[in-house]
């Protein structure tokens, strides 16, 4: 892209926690470069000064939970060259994506003292069932170095660079015991992109797949195998039904362990 036209960015919150948007802004260093390089035009996390679309890049995070979250989105994707989610609520629907397991109603009038104010749909959802994603970009937060790297393959008009391998091989890689292996604990790495560095795993718990599913996993397998050690099958539904736990892969093998159960 030419230097004197620099491409337009903006990046938009849905429903979540903000922790994608830290992870761009704790770039630092690297953020006062990646501005040089861009025009941050629309990115109230760290500005109130906005410019109009259309723009090249649209970077959004959070999922679909309301009717005007819909016509919102549906407005940033005609706006955008490139449309990008961030996180696991952007790609998979998120933490919240719990309640598309349940009735919706029942924890309003659990929660709320006026329900009648409030105006959700039955499903939180991700950004790619409702438009057009070019990009995805997994994590619970997202890894600003991963985030750093898509934004430079995007300006350079380049594929990105992201790892294609679990969780299990970054374990590997930092020399970090296996604790399915070792202590029975129960372990989405198999499963789970890699990108987080193995952090849940080096403290000694199991991998929760903040990251969402890898290129072909094989839950099926995973559960079994857990299954046969004697973890409970309530257990292993909870730990698919994650940060993640509405993506494709993980819902259908929690989906089939329910039905099981049945």
């Not at 039904?241 to 039905?259: H, M, N, Q, W």
Request: contains cysteine; charged residues 20%; glycine residues 8%.
């Amino acid at each position: 892209m030419a230097s004197e036209a620099r491409p337009k960015l903006a990046v938009y919150k849905f429903s979540s926690c903000d922790g994608c948007q830290l992870a761009l802004l704790n770039l630092e260093d690297e953020l006062l470069s990646l501005v040089g390089a861009v025009e941050i035009a629309y990115f109230l996390e760290a500005s109130s000064a906005t410019l109009p679309g259309p723009y090249d890049v649209a970077l959004v995070e959070g999922s679909v939970t309301t009717a005007e979250d819909v016509e919102r989105i549906h407005a940033i994707r005609k706006d955008a060259k490139c449309l990008m989610t961030i996180g696991a609520c952007a790609t998979t629907g998120g933490i919240q994506a719990l309640r598309n397991w349940k009735d919706v109603n029942e924890f309003i009038r659990c929660v709320y003292a006026r329900p009648e104010y409030i105006h959700t749909l039955k499903d939180s959802t991700p950004i790619s069932k409702h438009v057009k994603v070019d990009l995805e970009l997994n994590g619970c937060p997202i890894n600003k170095v991963q985030a750093l790297e898509v934004l430079t393959a995007l300006l350079q008009g380049r594929a990105p660079h992201l790892p294609p391998h679990a969780v299990c091989m970054e374990c590997k890689r930092r020399g970090t015991v296996c604790v399915t292996v070792a202590q029975g604990i129960a372990c989405l790495g198999p499963l789970t992109h890699a990108g987080c560095g193995a952090l849940c795993p080096s403290y000694n718990r199991g991998c929760y797949g903040c990251f969402g599913p890898m290129e072909n996993p094989n839950p099926d397998s995973l559960a079994a195998h857990l299954l046969s050690t004697g973890v409970s099958r309530s257990h292993v539904i909870q730990l698919l039904r994650g940060f993640t736990g509405y993506s494709d892969a993980f819902r259908a093998a929690s989906d089939k362990l329910e039905r099981i159960a049945q």
